[in-house]
């Protein structure tokens, strides 16, 4: 059986491009700690999955920028 790309632990795959975010934290003049792509990764699921949350609650499935 293949592994995912990207997954970490708790079997969720990563949502984040790793080289991008790197990137665009060195184009700020920081530096990128070992765990920051995780850190940055969780709070997209949760900021997803709030989005989700509410436009459920708006009767939509389908998600909007506005549900962010």
């Known amino acids: 059986m293949a592994k995912k790309a990207g997954s970490k632990k ?20 920081g530096i990128v700690a070992g765990d920051l792509l995780e850190a ?10 709030a989005a989700v949350e509410r436009s459920k609650g708006n009767k939509r499935s389908t998600v909007r920028p506005q549900d962010l």
Request: proline residues 0%; charged residues 25%; aromatic residues 6%.
């Open 10 to 29: 708790g079997g969720r795959e990563s949502l984040v491009v790793g080289s991008k975010v790197k990137a665009y934290v060195r184009s700020q003049g």
């Open 40 to 49: 940055v990764s969780a709070k997209v699921y949760e900021l997803l999955d």
